[in-house]
């Protein structure tokens, strides 16, 4: 991994994201790509997305919508072992989501004047479910249980046909959807599914009648660069969770920190993709050269050496030397990275001057990989510093506040005048004379 000498710079966040930039991302070619797709499935039918399928999948779904026969048929066969940790991943994500409900508010501004705010869920959602290089059904998790705690009544998802399974999308897939009684799932992905979500697929061109997928209000879940790009550019038609990118760590560490933990830790994510990033950040100069020696000793020895190895050679991994901990963890919220580890003497003390991560993870017995899985926490978050303005999801991305206006007649009145003057500031009279016609004798508008 390329080195970063920080010691004695002290420098902007901008500065510091400078030096530590993300791997090449080009949304824009990637939204000149999917254009014509998007633009298919708004026009098309059921046909477009098995033939999309068949294009980029290699395998055509005898139908989009998975049967429920296929379905059950997985979960049927899903290993006795691995559903009993499915259901324990499930009970820990839902432990820690119950507690992010809202309950509704009420503010008195004035007597005879309230505003309610009640948090109401979105009606219909669409979840994204990725394949490819990996099988993801944790992602049906940290998706479907917080979007069943809002209470939507409505939940599609959809994940890429399988060669290897007749079309379906992989049966593991399908065997957590069962476990969370969600048995509306569809054989599609990429951009065409994104794009299947936002207009809707109907049987055959404009048959409104008969439709085989029903358009969501909103979508969430991560995908590659082209399911990215269609969330941008449908958002508005559709509601989005965030823009996922490649997934990154950063690791702040001390003297105290194990190499061999720092290590595993950043080859972890580095097995994702060859674009993903792995970023050490500490003051130790004895602990950087036995990282290097440990990634070195360890990379060559596990499964997906290639992919890692590329990975953190690439520009978006790298070691930042820092002068102490104070500028290390300034380094960490400039960077803003999807995975915060705290590998330090006091983690619990350093996380209070956290700001900017999508999680954070406090000492070496909380990895990152325990919560991709089993930690209860959620694993869909910002990447690509966004989480500098947004996180990840939660109960919260699947709800929206409301707010209920009461006021009785005696409140307005005291506060008429106050509107009126305020519209005609603003040069829209007539929202002034809506508040005066409630005060009108009658015949004293002719």
């Known amino acids: 991994m390329r080195v970063v000498d920080l010691r004695g710079r002290q420098l902007s966040k901008y500065e510091y994201q400078r030096l530590l930039p993300r791997a090449e991302f080009d949304i824009e070619n990637a939204l000149v790509a999917i254009k014509p797709i998007l633009q298919a499935v708004k026009e098309g039918d059921e046909s477009t997305l098995k033939e999309l399928s068949l294009k980029f999948d290699g395998v055509a779904p005898e139908s989009i919508r998975v049967p429920k026969s296929a379905i059950d048929q997985a979960l049927q066969q899903l290993d006795v072992g691995l559903k009993q940790v499915i259901l324990e991943a499930i009970r820990r994500v839902r432990v820690v989501h119950l507690d992010q409900k809202r309950g509704s508010t009420t503010t008195r501004v004035v007597d005879g004047g309230e505003v309610e705010e009640r948090w109401i869920p979105v009606d219909r959602v669409g979840l994204y479910v990725p394949g ?51 048995d509306e799932v569809y054989a599609m992905g990429g951009a065409q599914a994104i794009a299947a979500f936002a207009y809707g697929v109907n049987s055959k061109p404009n048959n409104f009648d008969n439709a085989v997928l029903e358009k969501v209000d909103l979508v969430t879940g991560p995908g590659n660069i082209y399911v990215a790009a269609a969330k941008r550019a449908l958002r508005g038609v559709i509601g989005i969770d965030s823009e996922a990118g490649p997934t990154e760590i950063a690791v702040v560490a001390d003297a105290t920190a194990l190499a061999s933990d720092v290590a595993t830790d950043l080859i972890s994510q580095a097995e994702h993709d060859t674009i993903a990033a792995a970023v050490l950040i500490t003051d130790s100069s004895e602990l950087v050269q036995q990282v290097q020696r440990e990634l070195t000793k360890r990379v060559t020895k596990t499964k997906h050496s290639d992919r890692i190895k590329e990975a953190l050679q690439g520009i978006q991994s790298a070691i930042a030397i820092t002068d102490d901990l104070a500028q290390s963890l300034a380094v960490a919220n400039a960077y803003a990275a999807e995975h915060l580890e705290l590998q330090v003497a006091n983690p619990k003390k350093a996380s209070l001057e956290i700001r900017n991560a999508g999680a954070v993870f406090l000492g070496r017995f909380s990895p990152v990989s325990l919560g991709d899985y089993l930690a209860g926490s959620n694993h869909v978050l910002p990447t690509g510093g966004c989480s500098c303005h947004s996180s990840g999801v939660s109960v919260q991305t699947f709800l929206r506040g409301l707010h209920f206006i009461d006021y009785n007649e005696r409140a307005l009145r005291e506060i008429a005048s106050s509107v009126i003057t305020f519209a005609n500031a603003e040069d829209l009279p007539a929202h002034g004379e809506a508040i005066a016609a409630r005060f009108e004798e009658p015949g004293d508008s002719k």
């Open 132 to 182: 490819g290089k990996a099988v993801y059904p944790s992602s049906v998790i940290m998706n479907a249980v917080p979007a069943q705690i809002a209470g939507v009544k409505s939940i599609a998802l959809a994940s890429p046909a399988q060669k290897e399974n007749d079309g379906w999308p992989h049966p593991t897939i399908l065997a957590t959807c069962a476990l969370l009684g969600i």
